[in-house]
């Protein structure tokens, strides 16, 4: 080291001998010496000032290298007191901020200070080196001129000593300053290792309090509440929530929100998809939406405008919680205050407690389906006692029903072997239960020589049929028959195996008693038909008599026998009149038996139902002109039937003359109406009109309502009752009425345009039937 600095100083002095040596002998500073004296004594090219510096510089050299020594001599002493300064600072810094791992910068005054004197130096030293130069020649003395070398070596010695000090002070500095960087950066990571730390061991702290209360006996709600509570208080956050999203995916709902500051919860907000689209996208793709600038993230756009602003949130970290690949719901951490950075184990512990709320989801869905399933264990056993008990009490009254039916009961195997049978079976067919159990329906039952139909009835049901009323003869134990009506099907048993059950009713009795029936009504039926040929016969054999006793009376009125006085001819036509009331009488009558016994022949044709009308309009002329009264008949051209003509002209006529009858004004309409199936005539009339008594027995025999009318109108009671027997019994079709009192009258009469064939036996039938 002490070789080093010697060298130093001997290049140094090597060097400002050279510099002096050169000076002195080199002529090119020989002759910048001469241009300067010379330019100090003829300073015509120059301008005044340099020359007057000049010729001044000549003049004071002396003053002026002695001057320049001096400041030489101060500057050196100033860096000699400054690089003693310099070196106690580092010294302090090395003992003191490496310790103590601070860093503190170089004063800057004295850095400043330190510049000024090396330039001060630097500028001195070259000043007085060029002085010497150029007043070389003016000095008498040469050995001035040596001195002054002298002096300039030794300050170039002790200058460059003291840079060279300074110089090394200042790497040192550099050194050290880099050092006690290293260190701040050391000591700065540390710290946040230490908060990391600090940090970490709140977070698993809250964490395994929270994993502690994740049990069944915390409810979700409670659960959320104290996850909600230890998140804010272990991240510093002003308000975090716990959201669950709604079954369609279209909307948020908070399940809990807490503030910090004022430590309460609330719930039930709802955020709806359709007004945060960029929020609802974003939670779908990230498990955790870091936002540390709210105003920056594309995540939290939806809410710049109005909610951060006016709640002054500046950050969002929000961790997804999810659910057999779903997302279920969010926890939601809104920082109030400037933006903030999560840090990753913050991220992390958001992430944490996102899955500690899915397990508290998964833990009450599990316990939900667990209660359920003890509930229906409980259910499903309380029904299986209700059954059972209802079985049993079924089963009870089965039996009892068994044993006291009136029916005869048999359970057979698929071999027809019996495997039960009712008291009631024991005592129809004679034979004990106890007998019969094991034995063949067809060994004990079927009669001889029916084997045929019993092997048909039982194929039958093996093959699934289901018999229902068969009449059947059955064997019984003493030999005898019994006839049975037996139902019989083949059902499963507790086991799956075919049972027959055999039902039967003994209708021996039934069927003697059917048999005298029988019996008795066609005595009746008989006697009956005989008593409507005897009215038939004997009402024709009055008609007879009593058609030429109408011929004669007319031939009579119409004074072809002689000239009548005005009492017989009032008398007579008295008499005409009732002759033939009783005609039609008659007719009806006979019309009638003929009916009921069956007998009366009928007539089919074809033909055009406006001739009818054509006919019933010609016939009933007179009573519309006696009673002056409008009939309008309104029927479409073109319309055929195939049936009786002759009874329907009776049945439309007799309906038209009693509407004319009962009518004292106004008029009288026949609609025929084509109908798709069938035939409508519609006659309606101004009239009397049927009280609702009178309704009832319209259409019975003999039947006249009472009415003003009864007296002045002849009748017979008959009409309307022939009218409908004709219509329903031989024609097929139907009449009903309609009618208001003093309002009129409405018969509606239906036929098929095809009537249908009535045979005389059937005939019979219907009747009965009435
Ligand atoms: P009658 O020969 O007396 O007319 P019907 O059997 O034809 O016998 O009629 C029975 C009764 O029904 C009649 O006596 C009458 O009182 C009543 N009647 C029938 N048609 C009409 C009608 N269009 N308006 C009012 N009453 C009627």
Redesign the pocket.
Same mark, same amino acid.
């Given at each position: 080291m002490v070789f080093k600095q010697l060298l130093r100083v001997a290049c140094v002095a090597s060097l400002s001998v050279l510099a002096i040596a050169v000076v002195s002998a080199f002529p090119l500073f020989e002759e910048m010496a001469l241009t300067a004296n010379r330019l100090a004594h003829h300073p015509t090219n120059l301008p005044s000032q340099a020359h007057a510096l000049l010729a001044w510089v000549q003049v004071y050299k002396m003053e002026l290298t002695f001057g320049m020594f001096l400041t030489l001599g101060v500057l050196t002493f100033a860096l000699f007191i400054l690089d003693r300064e310099f070196r106690a600072h580092l010294q302090y810094k090395l003992s003191t901020s490496i310790d103590q791992r601070r860093f503190m910068m170089t004063d800057p005054a004295l850095l400043q200070k330190i510049r000024l004197s090396r330039i001060g130096f630097m500028i001195a030293l070259v000043a007085i080196f060029i002085l010497i130069t150029v007043t070389y020649q003016s000095y008498r003395n040469q050995l001035i001129v040596q001195f002054f070398a002298l002096g300039v070596f030794l300050f170039n010695i002790s200058g460059t000593y003291f840079f060279g000090s300074l110089k090394r002070a200042g790497q040192m500095e550099r050194l050290v300053n880099r050092l006690n960087l290293y260190h701040q950066n050391k000591d700065e990571a540390q710290e946040k290792l230490v908060q990391a730390d600090k940090r970490l061991q709140r977070q698993t702290a809250s964490l395994a309090y929270l994993a502690s209360h994740l049990n069944k006996q915390t409810s979700s709600q409670l659960f959320y509440q104290a996850l909600i509570k230890q998140s804010a208080e272990t991240l510093s956050v002003a308000r975090v929530s716990v959201w669950m999203y709604s079954a369609d995916k279209q909307q948020l709902v908070c399940e809990a929100l807490y503030e910090l500051k004022t430590q309460a919860y609330t719930q039930g907000q709802v955020l709806v998809a359709n007004d945060f689209p960029h929020y609802f996208d974003a939670l779908k793709q990230a498990r955790v939406v870091v936002a540390d600038d709210v105003y920056q993230h594309s995540a939290t756009q939806d809410f710049v405008v109005d909610y951060f602003p006016s709640q002054q949130i500046g950050a969002l970290l929000d961790a997804t919680i999810w659910h057999d690949d779903e997302m279920i719901g969010v926890i939601c951490h809104e920082h109030v205050g400037p933006a903030r950075e999560w840090t990753l184990d913050e991220q992390n512990y958001a992430g944490s407690l996102a899955d500690l709320a899915r397990l508290t989801v998964e833990l009450h869905r599990r316990q939900k389906v667990e209660t359920d399933l003890v509930e229906h264990q409980e259910n499903f056993e309380d029904m299986l006692k209700t059954r059972t008990a209802s079985i049993e009490s079924n089963a009870k009254l089965f039996r009892f029903l068994v044993e006291r039916a009136p029916v005869t009961i048999l359970y057979m195997n698929a071999a027809n072997e019996i495997i039960e049978m009712n008291p009631e079976a024991e005592r129809i067919t004679g034979y004990s239960r106890d007998y019969a159990i094991g034995r063949t329906y067809q060994s004990l039952f079927v009669p001889e020589g029916m084997t045929g139909e019993h092997e048909a009835l039982s194929s039958d049901v093996f093959f699934g049929n289901k018999i229902q009323g068969q009449e059947m003869l059955i064997r019984r134990a003493d030999g005898s028959t019994t006839e049975l009506s037996i139902s019989r099907s083949m059902e499963l048993d507790a086991e799956g195996n075919p049972v027959i059950i055999s039902i039967g009713q003994d209708i021996s009795q039934q069927k003697a008693l059917e048999a005298s029936l029988i019996k008795a009504r066609e005595a009746a039926e008989s006697a009956d038909r005989i008593k409507s040929m005897f009215v038939a016969s004997m009402s024709h054999e009055l008609r007879t008599p009593l058609n030429s006793i109408i011929g004669f009376l007319g031939v009579v009125l119409q004074g072809m026998s002689g000239e009548l006085n005005v009492k017989q001819k009032d008398q007579l036509g008295r008499a005409y009149a009732s002759s033939k009331h009783l005609l039609s009488l008659i007719s009806d009558v006979i019309d009638i038996s003929k009916i009921e016994a069956g007998f009366l022949e009928t007539h089919q044709m074809t033909f055009d139902i406006k001739e009818v009308m054509h006919d019933v309009s010609h016939a009933v002329q007179h009573l519309v002109i006696e009673r002056k009264l409008n009939l309008q008949i309104e029927c479409p051209e073109g319309i055929t039937l195939d049936s009786d003509r002759k009874r329907l002209y009776q049945v439309v006529l007799?309906v038209v003359s009693?509407?004319l009858? $009962? &009518?004292e004004k106004g008029h009288v309409s026949v609609k025929v109406i084509p109908l798709p199936e069938q035939l409508e005539i519609v006659v309606a009339?101004t %009239?009397? %009109?049927?009280d609702e008594a009178?309704l009832a027995k @319209?259409f019975k025999p003999f039947?006249?309502?009472d009415?003003r009318l009864?007296i002045k &109108?002849l %009748? &017979?009671? @008959? %009409? @309307? $009752?022939l009218t409908h027997k004709i219509l329903t019994l031989l024609l097929g079709g139907s009449i009903t009425v309609n009618?208001k009192v003093e309002q009129g009258?409405t018969?509606t009469m239906r036929l098929p345009y095809q009537m249908p064939e009535v045979e005389a036996g059937k005939l019979v039938n219907i009747l009965e039937g009435q």
């Open positions: 007799n009693n509407a009858k $009962y &009518t009339d %009239g009397i %009109g049927i009178g @319209l039947e006249r309502i009415s009864k &109108t %009748g &017979t009671g @008959l %009409g @309307l $009752y009618s009258s018969f």
